[in-house]
């Protein structure tokens, strides 16, 4: 099944996204945050907390303190592993404690620092290789999933409930399983330690807790023959330290969007861009595929009218994933139709639109997000609502389908109403499993016109971001028109310009060539 | 029909006909099926007929029954309270905004004094909102300004004077000494001082903020915690709506 469009445009808006992209990663370059030294350190081995404050916070505060923190962490790092013999976690135990001031030890020549430098980067990558080839070698020992990948979501608040929860999905037909975050833990400039049995509206994402959770979903797999992907959130202030926890704990999936901090969490737009990239390129070396959350963009416009942003939104964030570093197989775009129910032929928009960003995006294993928005309290209704949903995605050929849920509008999913979902997700899997090869548009009929009207949509407005610049674009409120302020939001104070010494030998393509080599 | 006798109805008069589903943490077995059975009696059902027993997978089943109960209510002697806040849904507010007012309302959020708690402003103004809600940052008609954590309460006079803004919303977490009740209150007074008072809906937010404190402190209103956006939303457009009404 294809819609007859226009490759031109299509080129033309990845061309336009390309530069745009291109625009943000000149401007970033320059940058670092917090949160990307944090993520070093945590590649670094460094963990563990001091009275609920954790040791990579407070080594990066101790430098910002002492004004030393542009030579970057690893710089440090290095220096003092040079002059004490210790590896980098007792480094780091020495400053917590007090007893080791970094900044006072003698400056070895940059040469030899940065020798260290690479020296620890390509140990950190190779242990990480090697933990990445077991855990392919785990997936590659089950039969492959059937398309499309069933995602539910857990959100109990604690972390054992989740995991009953979870494995129950994983038996009922679930191939992915998301634990959504506590509220507003986006907005934490900290990772918490530990696992964690309290959450508001979803549980808190710590490494402990992601460790739980991994090997409850590999027992279950054993159990089901089928592999189960752990799904988790990389986002808010600390996108790139959680990447790295990820890795550290091979997830499989995390959601992780260039624009929704700054949208929808007023997270300070150069923060999150810098964020982003690192955390991209990390999740990218380590084969972990993203989702992005463009869904979100339509929520609360008219989503008939202003549908295009969502393409908009997927090319750029396509193309900042491949400045990253990032495979296209990788780069899981998000969509959703969100359609008022009562407009005349809103399953044909649906079916269409799906279609188009399938067409768009080949490579992509895109995920469909299901309807939300005129869901109420009827959830016979609702259930009605996701079978079409759920029909749009196996006819469209989606890649991975977050189901939605009867009680969507009412609570988190009870045990029944993911199995009532799954259930039937799974029917209409196995019924129209064939409909995109044998099933097709009229040729210019409605559906290739809306299609046509779309993309023209998405060219113009990419060309009007192009025009204005994207930092502009953002504070206009081009964006569903959520207007945000280039230094406003939060995270702006945690930016800073790299120094003459900064190091991040983590980024160097030779480096991680050494690694891989070293982890066969 | 007789309202001083009401009862569910299935396809007959009185028939007294409902529908239950519910899962147990259990798998399906001859015990679990006469388990559901004795739920349904103890809930006062009869003619019980379990339709549907389904395992779910990890120890759990699912149950669908059909059955009747005995209850009638009077219609007439049930008095509801007068509903204090009519809610609106989301669509119903900016519709009401772009039509009674044909303008965006501006709104200006912050915690004010050395507090630095900003979870219960977000949940109510960022546009991911609180509980499914979307925030006030979502609503079109809706200007939303956040000025964050810390905020000087001169500032905000500062600022509401600045951008002309029609409603003020406060959170307060720390409590400690009362500091919450001083820092309202000096809020409350220093828009009085410039006049702005009246022109302004002045609504305060957080875990030990309610009606008696906004009452203390000269707000309009005090939401507790669990307060939802949609909420916060329906009250401003309540009392922009009551405001001009009045001034006709």
Not at chain 1, 290 to 302: A, F, P, Q
Not at chain 1, 392 to 420: C, K
């Amino acid at each position: 099944m294809k819609l007859n469009i226009s490759q031109e445009q299509a080129n033309a808006c990845r061309q336009i996204a390309k530069e745009v992209a291109l625009e943000i990663q000149r401007d970033i370059a320059p940058l670092s945050t917090v949160s990307v030294e944090r993520a070093i350190l945590r590649l670094l081995g460094i963990e563990g907390e001091k009275e609920k404050i954790p040791y990579v916070n407070i080594l990066v505060d101790n430098l910002k303190e002492q004004k030393a923190l542009e030579e970057g962490v690893l710089y440090w790092i290095a220096n003092a592993c040079l002059n004490t013999g210790l590896s980098p976690q007792d480094v780091a135990l020495k400053v917590v404690s007090g007893s080791l001031n970094p900044v006072h030890l003698s400056r070895k020549s940059f040469q030899e620092v940065k020798n260290k430098a690479e020296e620890l980067a390509t140990e950190s990558l190779s242990r990480l290789y090697k933990k990445k080839k077991a855990r392919e070698a785990l997936k590659q020992s089950f039969p492959p999933s059937l398309p499309p990948l069933l995602y539910v979501i857990v959100a109990t608040g604690n972390i054992y409930d989740d995991i009953a929860q979870a494995k129950t999905a994983a038996e009922q037909g679930a191939d992915c399983v998301a634990v959504i975050r506590s509220t507003a833990q986006s907005l934490l400039d900290y990772v918490p330690e530990g696992i964690t049995t309290e959450g508001f509206g979803g549980t808190f994402a710590t490494q402990a807790n992601y460790r739980l959770m991994r090997q409850a979903l590999d027992e279950v797999a054993q159990k089901v023959s089928r592999y189960i992907y752990q799904v988790n959130y990389c986002s808010g202030l600390c996108m790139a330290e959680i990447a790295v926890l990820a890795i550290l704990e091979g997830l499989d999936i995390m959601v992780n969007d260039a624009f929704y901090g700054i949208l929808f969490r007023d997270l300070n737009m150069y923060r999150t861009m810098v964020d982003q990239h690192f955390s991209r390129y990390l999740l990218g070396l380590f084969d972990v595929i993203i989702t992005t959350g463009e869904d979100n963009l339509i929520k609360t416009v008219d989503a008939f009218k202003e549908y295009s942003i969502v393409l908009v939104s997927q090319f750029i964030n396509e193309q900042l994933a491949q400045q990253a570093g990032m495979k296209k197989d990788l780069i899981g775009l998000g969509h959703a139709a969100e359609l008022d129910p009562k407009i005349p032929d809103s399953l044909l928009w649906e079916l269409t639109q799906a279609q188009l960003v399938r067409q768009l995006f080949p490579r992509s294993p895109v995920k469909f997000m299901p309807p939300t928005r005129y869901k109420t309290g009827n959830i016979f209704f609702a259930h009605v609502l996701d079978a079409l949903f759920n029909l749009v995605a196996v006819w469209t050929d989606q890649r991975i389908v977050l189901l939605g849920m009867p009680t969507e509008a009412l609570h988190t999913p009870y045990v029944q109403d993911r199995f009532l979902s799954l259930e039937s997700a799974l029917h209409i899997r196995n019924a129209s499993r064939s409909f995109s090869r044998e099933l097709q548009f009229i040729r210019n009929g409605q559906a290739d016109k809306r299609a046509c009207e779309l993309l023209t949509q998405a060219v113009e407005t990419l060309m009007k971001i192009r025009e204005v610049g994207i930092w502009n674009a953002l504070s206009r409120g081009v964006f569903s028109q959520i207007k945000r302020e280039k230094r406003g939001g939060r995270g702006y104070e945690g930016v800073f310009k790299k120094g003459k010494f900064y190091l991040n030998p983590f980024l160097d393509k030779k480096i991680v060539m050494q690694a891989r080599r070293r982890a066969v | 029909m007789n309202i001083g006798e009401v009862r569910p109805y299935g396809d007959r008069m009185n028939d007294g006909a409902i529908q239950i589903s519910f899962s147990l943490p259990v798998p399906v077995s001859a015990r679990s099926i006469e388990a559901v059975k004795l739920i349904a009696a103890r809930m006062g059902m009869n003619n019980i007929r379990l339709v549907h027993a389904q395992d779910m997978g990890n120890n759990f089943s699912f149950y669908i029954l059909y059955g009747a109960i005995n209850i009638s209510v009077d219609l007439q002697a049930i008095h509801v309270p007068e509903v204090e806040l009519q809610l609106f849904d989301f669509w119903e507010i900016n519709d009401l905004i772009r039509r009674e007012f044909k303008r965006k309302v501006v709104v200006i959020g912050a915690t004010i004094g050395a507090d630095a708690h900003t979870v219960g402003l977000d949940a109510i103004i960022s546009a991911k909102g609180f509980g499914g809600e979307s925030g006030l940052e979502r609503y079109p008609e809706l200007e939303v300004f956040n000025l964050g954590a810390q905020v000087p309460p001169e500032l905000v006079v500062e600022y509401s004077k600045k951008i002309h803004a029609d409603v003020v919303l406060v959170s307060q977490v720390v409590t400690q000494r009362n500091v919450h009740l001083f820092n309202l209150s000096l809020l409350a007074e220093l828009l009085e001082a410039e006049k702005l008072r009246d022109k302004l809906i002045l609504i305060c937010g957080g875990p030990y903020i309610n009606a008696q404190v906004a009452l203390e402190t000269g707000f309009d209103a005090g939401f507790g915690p669990g307060t939802t956006p949609l909420q916060v939303a329906s009250f401003i457009v309540h009392e922009l709506m009551k405001r001009k009404m009045r001034k006709k």
